[in-house]
């Protein structure tokens, strides 16, 4: 099994090293400055080939690796949003199946996230396949030893039906995929009406963060369900997370990850979420939701 990671400018995608830990440390890394990933990457490796191919090209890419890795039964990519495209390209290229969203593999069967994340499918896998994984859904291990690191040269001529990159944009935190979002606002239960909750979106634009949901939200049709966070939605690993009105039921804290910083602000200072916060605020969110807006608003003027 290897492991294939895009790295754009020196940064890994996100859940590259849980991919790194499914394929036991053999890790293909493609794209532009990548020994810069290195440092992060290595204490999980056993052996690393470094792609230094420039900009994203996944067609082209896909058709110059088919002889590099076509002898690997098992090639898998991190669900990330270039993990996605490119393992696409790989599975037509190499003429196999593509298992998109998966959340483990075994050796016979793996287990598939289908329905937007309401249900689990458990296929006996192809002898050979190209996996995506679910991101924040495996642990990590570091690897023993030292790790061998290869390049492979760039090819003379690249082949393929890639689209033109005219620009690439800064990323918008309002539309940015939430499991790559750094900064995460997230509305739950105690959020008393849709036009209150909407007021999340206003203060993430103030906070540079992306915004979530529990499932009672997007029940209620207040967001779609690609901002539902959990076990049956996005699983997410910001630096910063901010709960209002979310209890913390283990369906939604199990797609958190690990974030380095939590504020929860909840009327209950005993429910799970406050107690995984590093700071709590007791307090009606539906309160300090139009507070906090103003504060922002004013510290913006005030700048």
Known sequence: ??????????????????????????????????????????????????????????????????????????????????????????????????????????????????????????????????ATLQVGVRSIEEAPGEVVVTSLQVPESFTGNDAEVVDVLPPDAASIDLSEAPRIICGGAGIQTSSTFHALFDIAEELSASVGATRVITDRSWVEHQRQIGTTGVVVNPQLYIALGVSGAVQHTSGLGQPEHIVSINTDPHCPMMQLADLGIVSDANEVLPALLHALEQRKSNA
């Open 1 to 130: 099994m290897i492991a294939v990671l895009v790295v754009r400018h020196g940064v890994l995608p996100a859940g590259a090293l849980e991919a790194t830990s499914e394929a036991q440390g053999n890790v293909l890394v493609i794209g532009s400055n990548c020994s810069a990933a290195l440092p992060e990457l290595s204490p999980y490796a056993t052996r690393i080939t470094i792609c230094e191919w420039g900009n994203f090209a996944p067609s082209a890419w896909a058709n110059a690796l088919t002889a590099h890795i076509g002898l690997e039964q098992r090639i898998v990519l991190p669900a990330s949003p270039d993990g996605r495209d490119f393992a696409a390209h790989l599975a037509q290229s190499l003429q196999r199946p593509l298992y998109a969203g998966a959340l483990r593999i075994g050796a016979i069967t793996i287990e598939l996230v289908r329905w937007s994340g309401q249900a689990v499918e458990t296929l006996v896998a192809a002898q050979e396949f190209v």
